[in-house]
Structure formats: C-alpha cells, structure tokens
C-alpha cells in the first residue's frame, strides 16, 4: 500500500509538472519600440488540432461595447520549431486562421496603441480601456490590447514576460517573480485573469498603504509632474478606510493597484475620462490640467465607484460574466446589479461615512432621476442588459449608473421598511457573496428567487414589476417612506455653465473667448461688471483662448465663493483689468427633503445603517 501511495504520488507529481508545462507563455518588448509599435511573442501551448483560431478580444467585460483590439494589431505571424511560418488567414478584424498548428510553436505580431488616435473617429474606445505606447516613457497596457488567446486555450495557465527600460516600473496588483531591473515575470491561472490585472509602466510614482488587511498601491502618471501619487494618497487613503468600514466583512481581494494616468488632453492623448474596473485594480483617466480640488472630487466617485465591484460583480456574478467570451460573448440580464449597486454604494458610503451631507446625498440622487427620464423609462431593464450591445439598448447604456442606482436605492428602503432598518441591500449583497463567491456564478434566470428567498416578498414584486417589467418607478413614493419629500434646493453654479449645460460664452472667429449677448447675466458676471461681447484675456494671469478654453472652465470649477479674482477683458477694441471676488450664481434645482421627524429613526438606519 505504501508503495502505491508512493507510486502514486510520483504520477500525479509527473503529470502536474507535465500540466504545468502546458501553458502560453507571452513576451512584450518595450524596450525596443519601432514606430510607435510593441513587438508580442506567444509562445503557444501543445496543439493537437490541425488549424487553430487565435483571437484578439473584440469586446472585453466592463465596457460594454463592441470595440475590436484586433484592428490594432499588424503583421501577424505563426512560425513552427524551425522557423518557418506556416499559413495565417486573417478570419476577421480580430482573429487569425493559422494552418497546420499541430506544428506551431509561437505567433508573433505589432500591437498600436489608442490614446494617440483618440478623437479622430478613428475609434471609440474608453480611454481606460484603451492603451498607450510612449517609449522610454509610459506604457499603458490594458491586456487584453496586446494579448489573445488559443481558441479553446483560454484556461490554461498564462506567463506573461514584460522587458522593459530599466527606468520604467510596473504598477499592478500582479506578483513579479524576476527579480532584475529590466524584466518582469507574472503567472496567472488562465486568461481572463490576465486580461483581469492591467500594467502601467512610468517613472516611478506610488504610494502604498494597508486597510484592514489589503494593501493599497497608487501609481501616478503625470506628463508634467503637477500631480503625485502622494498629492491625492491622504484623500485616497480617507475614502477607502471609509469604503472598508462600510463593507464590513466583505474582503475578496488581499491587494488593491489605482493606476491614475493624467492625460495631455490638448496634444494627441486620452480624451474619454474615468474609470474601468478589475477584479483587484483599476484604471483612471483624468485631464491633467484638472484642478486639485476637482481632481480628488472626481477621483473619490470615479475610483469609489470602481472599487465597490469588488463586490460585484467580483464576489456576485452570473455564468456570463464568469465564462465571459471576448468574441462572440452572451450577456446578462443584470447591469442593474453589477453597476447599479456599485454606482449606489459609491454615493451611499459617502453619506454613511459623514463624507457628505444628507443635503448632497439627496441633490445626487435627485440629478440621477432627472437625468435617468431623458432615457424610455417604460424599457425593460432585464432585457436591456442583456441585448445592450445591440441598438436600441445600446444608447441607454448610461441609464445603467441612473436608474440602475435608484433601482438599488429602492431595493434598500424596501428592505429598511421591511426589517424596520434592520437590514438593507448591503446586507443583502453579503448574503450574495455568501450564497455565490467569486468561484460560483449563479443562472441568471434565477437570481430574482434568490433574493426573494433572502430578503421579503415585496422585494420581489419590485424586481418583477419595475426591472423586469415596462413600469416607471415611482420615486415619490420610495421616498415617502423614509421620510423625505420633493424640494425646491438651491445649489451654487458655474460662472460659464448654466445648470452645468448651457454655456455663458462663446468663440468668435479669431478664437477669442466672448461672453454672450443677450444673455441673462448671472452673479458672477454683475458683480464683477461683466458685459454681453466683452472677451475674456486672462484670468488670474493665465491667458485663455479657443486653445485652452476647457481649462477656463475646469479651473473655474474650483472656484470659492468670496476668494479673489483677477480679469483682463477686452471691450470695445480696448483691454482693462479687472479685480473683485468670486461670486458664484446660485441655481433653482428639484430636489429631496427630510421633513418627517417621526421617520427620523428609519432614515438614519438607512442612511447611517
């Protein structure tokens, strides 16, 4: 019997050494970029098959949208042990038939990036799903634009090996085995998980710090150097403490890596601002030449938001998240979990966690529902989810961080009322994780009983009536039950923007900056004696035109009731200066209320729970 065991043993270990040997393994080179362009190496597994397909991602979860990686790469090559190349047809804009592959040993081909070609409508892919290819200087490598997969390959083991600049370092919550300066070397389990875990190569930038148990790394790119890593980590630092306490004991990854790239928005660089999320990371596009102060307001929302998929869809998700194809892929039925819920904690933490006011919480949630009625508010919300590649679901794709955030707001005072505060859709999510976990995707034809089961019957009915049904949901009502009512709420504007939308100026023929006639003049123009055609020169030193007229408006974003304000203008063919102080136009909005005392105690249950 020993002998056996012995024996046994043995075997197994032989053929988990065979298993392990099985694997794709991949080499990038940034050490030497040609045009523009990054050579990838994939050394490929044992092939039995006689052609084999390799596939370069057309859509990759998270984003939603059909964006076809494939289209930036180039001279694609397969080669056997002796070198030579055996016959490739290129099947589609993101795939390539490779003949008698049960002599292949590896491909080889050029991958471009996107961010230098942004705006061109050359594509539309979201700047943090896209790539960058700067030499010596930074790399952004969202994986799944450099890297493909065997058709029916995709589980195996992968071992990527980046060479790069010995001055560029990697920021990823990936594990880098090689220890020299110049190499790195990651192993995952399959190729999701690669596509899963992003890389950012730059000088190096980053701060680090522990929460409860995960380590938290945030790497700065920044072309100019204007923003640190350690500028934003203490507010960074204040916001995830906070997330995790309002978690409690949902923990589903040990690292966290924020990959902040701040981007050059006047040359050819990044142009689509904010966040895609990952399973243990993120990464974040934001304007450079965005002021601090509106930089961390962003970034607490953006990132916020990101870092709750940790919940799901990490720790809930279905078999087409789980199983997810990169090519021909199935959806499912539930965005309005996996970024309604996400969108809703990333608003409501910030309250539980005294952040922001109930005042702000209320003005947040008041803007998602006036923004969410310019979509068909009767459109089935299950059956948008799940044919939200194709039109007309395609263009309210957006509707899903509105009304897929009311939807978890609802589900949350249902169950507040229910349990007299007891228990809310945050508990409900706990009880999720449990029931599923990261390695245990649920049907999700199935998934409105379970939370039924779990939770009460009136819960259910809303999912059937208001999700899965052509219902408009009546907030009023929702509301009325914790207490709060319809107000008229009085917010501060933007000098230039009216309601955030309708511009104060305009840009005549020479690219001079004017401000309307014939406009209503707001308080920040008759406190300075501002006038309709008079045209904006500099403000606080800086000069404006047509060239820099977004940073006008982002600084002015950041602007302080009562700080002081300096403005050359030209009037009549004449320049004069300008001092006095910022007086922001105060703006008439539709709003929420706390006005039942008597449902004081439920409400902060909800709120404060």
Request: net charge negative.
């Amino acid at each position: 019997m020993k002998h056996f065991i012995y024996s046994l043993a043995v075997a197994l270990t032989v053929a988990g050494q065979a298993m392990a040997q099985d694997n794709v393994k991949v080499n990038l080179d940034l050490k030497n970029v040609t045009e523009d362009k990054v050579n990838v190496t994939v050394t490929a597994p044992k092939i039995k098959e006689k052609t084999i397909t390799y596939f370069i991602p057309k859509i990759v979860p998270g984003t939603y949208s059909v964006d076809n990686y494939g289209s930036f790469i180039e001279g694609f090559k397969a080669f056997d042990k002796k070198g030579k190349e055996l016959a490739v047809t290129k099947a589609d804009e993101n795939s390539w038939k490779i003949e008698n592959a049960d002599k292949l040993v590896k491909v080889s081909y050029l991958v471009n990036d996107t961010y230098d070609i942004e705006g061109t409508g050359k594509h539309e892919i979201f700047s943090p799903s896209g790539t960058n290819i700067a030499a010596n200087e930074n790399f952004v490598l969202n994986t799944h634009g450099f890297v493909g997969y065997f058709d029916g390959k995709g589980e195996l083991p992968y071992e990527l090996t980046v060479v790069h600049p010995a001055t560029l370092w990697g920021a990823t919550s990936m594990t880098d085995t090689d220890e020299s300066t110049e190499k790195d070397v990651f192993t995952v389990a399959r190729y999701p998980e690669l596509v899963d875990h992003p890389i950012m190569y730059s000088k190096p930038d980053y701060t680090t710090f522990t929460v409860d148990g995960m380590d938290i790394l945030i790497s700065v790119y920044s072309p100019t150097g204007a923003v640190t890593a350690k500028a934003i980590t203490p507010e960074m630092e204040i916001m995830m403490r906070a997330q995790k306490k309002f978690l409690g004991p949902i923990n589903s990854t040990k690292k966290y890596a924020i990959l902040l790239y701040l981007s050059d928005v006047m040359g050819n660089d990044a142009k689509g601002f904010g966040a895609l999320e990952h399973t243990t990371s993120t990464t974040v596009v934001m304007p450079e030449a965005m002021p601090m102060d509106q930089l961390l307001s962003t970034l607490k929302d953006v990132v916020s938001h990101e870092f709750f998929h940790i919940v799901t869809p990490l720790s809930v998700h279905s078999k087409e998240i789980h199983f997810f194809n990169y090519n021909t892929p199935k959806m499912s039925e539930h965005l309005w979990m996996y970024e309604g819920v996400t969108e809703y904690f990333a608003n409501l933490f910030q309250v539980n966690q005294g952040l922001i006011s109930e005042e702000e919480f209320f003005t947040r949630i008041s803007d998602k529902i006036n923004q969410s009625r310019q979509f068909d508010d009767t459109m089935n919300f299950t059956k948008m989810s799940k044919n939200i590649l194709e039109q007309p679901y395609k263009d309210s794709y957006y509707n899903v961080y509105l009304k897929g955030a009311l939807i978890a707001m609802c589900i949350d005072i249902e169950m507040r009322e229910a349990s007299n505060g007891k228990r809310g859709i945050l508990s409900l999510m706990q009880d999720l994780s449990k029931e599923y976990g990261s390695n245990k995707p649920f049907n999700d034809n199935e998934l409105f009983a379970k939370i039924t089961a779990l939770t009460y019957p009136q819960v259910g009915e809303f999912l059937t009536t208001y999700v899965a049904g052509d219902k408009p949901i009546p907030y009023e009502s929702y509301f009325e039950k914790m207490g709060v009512t319809k107000a008229v709420i009085q917010k501060p504007g933007n000098p230039f923007l009216k309601n955030q939308q309708i511009p104060y100026v305009t840009v005549d023929a020479n690219g001079n900056i004017l401000i309307l006639p014939n406009i209503e003049d707001n308080a920040f123009m008759t406190t300075l004696g501002l006038k309709g055609n008079d045209a904006i020169v500099s403000v606080n030193g800086t000069a404006y035109t047509v060239n820099n007229i977004y940073d006008l408006i982002m600084a002015s974003m950041a602007w302080n009731e009562g700080e002081p304000i300096t403005l050359t203008i030209k009037r009549d063919g004449k320049e004069q200066e300008i001092k006095g102080n910022v007086k922001l136009p105060v703006e008439e909005v539709e709003g929420y209320k706390a006005t039942n005392e008597a449902k004081t105690a439920l409400r902060q249950a909800w709120l404060k729970g």
